[in-house]
């Protein structure tokens, strides 16, 4: 005879009891999203989070001076790759800002110090393939540090490794992008 109460077999029993969700989710209000079932150090993942903020930012304003200073025979396609980048840039810049204030954080806009916590950095390039190159290096940063960041949150908050997962495959998009422009430029100029 089977038993009412035994869990095992009935659909969605890996939840816990659901007057203890409910009873839960009551308590400690004012987190907001954070409620117990989050098992990440919150404080930990803004400062990992603000990381991946500070790379965004600096790619933005790499790839926003590339856009103004790219001249040359080839400028314009490129150009206009660039500032693409930029703004996709710039709305996951906003996206990984959102999600520290979820968490209870604050996302760190000081200048002074978003080279030093960026993983990607600000090079100039003195012409189009330098600065292509460049690009291509700091999308290859920031896919390395991106798994790295996705690994970390693991299980533990899943919202967060969600938005890397999502931010990863467009900078896996922009590193080629960039490998097809080089291409598109010749291989004895990209060499
Ligand atoms: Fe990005
Ligand atoms: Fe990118």
Same mark, same amino acid.
Do not use: W
């Given at each position: ?11 969605? /029993? *890996? =939840?816990?009891? !659901?007057?203890?969700?409910?009873? @839960?989710?009551?308590?400690?209000? #004012?987190?907001?999203? %954070? ?20 790379? #965004? !930012?600096?790619?933005?304003? @790499?790839?926003?001076?590339?856009? *103004? ?6 400028? $314009?396609?490129?150009?206009?790759? *660039?500032?693409?980048?930029?703004? +996709?840039? $710039? ?10 204030? $979820? ?14 916590? /960026?993983?990607? +950095? ?5 012409? =189009? ?14 896919? +390395?540090?991106? /798994?790295? !960041? %996705?690994? *970390?949150?693991? +299980?533990?908050? !899943?919202?967060?490794? @969600? ?9 896996? #998009? ?18």
């Amino acid at each position: 005879m089977p038993d009412i109460h035994d869990k095992t077999d009935k659909p969605g /029993s *890996f =939840l816990s009891d !659901i007057k203890e969700l409910r009873r @839960r989710a009551r308590q400690h209000m #004012e987190r907001g999203a %954070i409620t117990e079932s989050y098992k990440a150090d919150p404080q930990k993942v803004s400062e990992v989070l603000n990381e991946a903020l500070a790379t #965004e !930012i600096v790619c933005v304003l @790499r790839y926003k001076r590339h856009y *103004f200073m790219a001249v040359g025979i080839n400028a $314009q396609a490129v150009a206009e790759e *660039f500032l693409q980048h930029a703004n +996709e840039e $710039q709305g996951h810049a906003d996206q990984i800002a959102m999600r520290i204030t $979820q968490i209870g954080g604050e996302p760190d806009f000081n200048p002074a110090i978003l080279t030093q916590r /960026s993983h990607a +950095e600000y090079v100039e390039g003195n012409n =189009l393939i330098e600065m292509i190159k460049e690009d291509l290096v700091a999308e290859r940063i920031a896919i +390395e540090s991106y /798994s790295e !960041i %996705i690994r *970390f949150l693991g +299980e533990n908050d !899943i919202t967060s490794r @969600r938005l890397m997962e999502s931010i990863l495959a467009v900078e896996e #998009e922009h590193a080629n992008d960039l490998v097809d422009l080089l291409a598109t430029m010749g291989p004895s100029k990209s060499g």
